[in-house]
């Protein structure tokens, strides 16, 4: 049986999760909510690659991405500038975009990925 690893568990959550060659990273969010929607989008892809990194692997191995947007008329074109400008070239995961109620009235983007481990 293959191990299950958990990265940054607490009672509620694990940040993210590899099992089996592929990383599940929760949905993630800037720290900074004072920023535009570019500044939280950038700020979350930077938390991304973090936990892929602690995972072992990084961006070029996304296979699937679910974005969440507050407020997706607003704010869909700017996202999708800095998600261009972050993607690895040729590596463009299958991708998901929806405008939803955020948990906090602050957040304007949240991020889950999935991806392959280099292993």
Do not use: H
């Given at each position: 049986?293959?191990?299950?690893?958990?990265?940054?568990?607490?009672?509620?959550?694990?940040?993210?999760?590899?099992?089996?060659?592929?990383?599940?990273?929760?949905?993630?969010t800037a720290e900074d909510r004072s920023l535009d929607i570019a500044g939280q989008t950038k700020q979350t892809l930077e938390k991304i690659e973090g936990?892929?990194?602690?995972?072992?692997?990084?961006?070029?191995?996304?296979?699937?991405?679910?974005?969440?947007?507050?407020?997706?008329?607003?704010?869909?074109?700017?996202?999708?500038?800095?998600?261009?400008?972050?993607?690895?070239?040729?590596?463009?995961?299958?991708?998901?975009?929806?405008?939803?109620?955020?948990?906090?009235?602050?957040?304007?983007?949240?991020?889950?990925?999935?991806?392959?481990?280099?292993?």
């Amino acid at each position: 049986m293959r191990d299950i690893t958990r990265i940054e568990t607490d009672p509620r959550r694990s940040r993210a999760v590899v099992y089996n060659g592929v990383v599940y990273v929760g949905g993630m969010t800037a720290e900074d909510r004072s920023l535009d929607i570019a500044g939280q989008t950038k700020q979350t892809l930077e938390k991304i690659e973090g936990y892929l990194e602690k995972a072992g692997t990084d961006k070029s191995r996304i296979l699937t991405a679910q974005i969440w947007i507050k407020d997706l008329e607003r704010d869909f074109a700017a996202m999708n500038e800095v998600w261009n400008a972050w993607t690895a070239p040729n590596a463009a995961p299958t991708r998901a975009t929806a405008q939803c109620e955020m948990g906090a009235p602050d957040v304007l983007v949240e991020i889950i990925v999935t991806a392959a481990t280099k292993g």
